[in-house]
T-cell receptor, first 114, second 113 residues
């Protein structure tokens, strides 16, 4: 089954404790991205990657890192999480860079930073 | 002004009703537009792309008005299963290359029996 998976789905952590949220897609998609969703603000892009070893900042990259060492994986790293990073996070992938290529989203990771 | 704004909702409508959502965008150079559907606590899923000439998919009709910079989604004969949040999505790019999307905050729809 074609899908985007994320782990963990739920995470409660404390300020400053490094964490990684994994994202994997089995569709051989070139384009992957990370979003956060907060009430009233919609989804905001954190980082995106157009291919292996190619990453770039989105609208809200502060406090996050990513890497793209393999085509299928695009982990999101929070080196020193803070409470304002409490949010619902989605990973997405797309088969191409044309604007009309559909984005497929993972199931989401609900992160709480105390 | 936010880049993408939507009717705040929520919309509570009876089954069988016709309901319309509006969305406005600020970047006049944008060329690509979409409606996504998001069920409670789930991931967004593409409902339909919006083409210049307007397009229809079953009970759903999307329209684009470039002069006024707004997009609309019309749902006819509402079903209980249409209850969800509808997200308006605009690609910032001035052409159809590149995925630099801006999501609206969403409009929640509840279809009542």
């Amino acid at each position: 089954e074609a899908q985007v998976t994320q782990n963990p789905r739920y995470l409660i952590t404390v300020t400053g404790k490094k964490l990684t949220v994994t994202c994997s897609q089995n569709m051989n998609h070139e384009y992957m991205s990370w979003y956060r969703q907060d009430p009233g603000l919609g989804l905001r892009q954190i980082y995106y990657s157009m291919n292996v070893e190619v990453t770039d900042k989105g609208d809200v990259p502060e406090g996050y890192k990513v890497s793209r060492k393999e085509k299928r994986n695009f982990p999101l790293i929070l080196e020193s999480p803070s409470p304002n990073q409490t949010s619902l996070y989605f990973c997405a992938s797309s088969s191409g860079l044309a604007a009309y290529n559909e984005q497929f989203f993972g199931p989401g990771t609900r992160l709480t930073v105390l | 002004r936010k880049e993408v704004e939507q009717d705040p909702g929520p919309f509570n409508v009876p089954e069988g009703a016709t309901v319309a959502f509006n969305c406005t965008y600020s970047n006049s150079a944008s060329q690509s537009f979409f409606w996504y559907r998001q069920d409670c606590r789930k991931e967004p899923k593409l409902l339909m792309s919006v083409y210049s000439s307007g397009n229809e998919d079953g009970r759903f009709t999307a329209q684009l008005n470039r002069a006024s910079q707004y997009i609309s989604l019309l749902i006819r004969d509402s079903k209980l299963s249409d209850s969800a949040t509808y997200l308006c999505v605009v690609n910032r790019g001035a052409d159809n290359y590149g995925q630099n999307f801006v999501f609206g905050p969403g409009t929640r729809l509840s279809v009542l029996p």
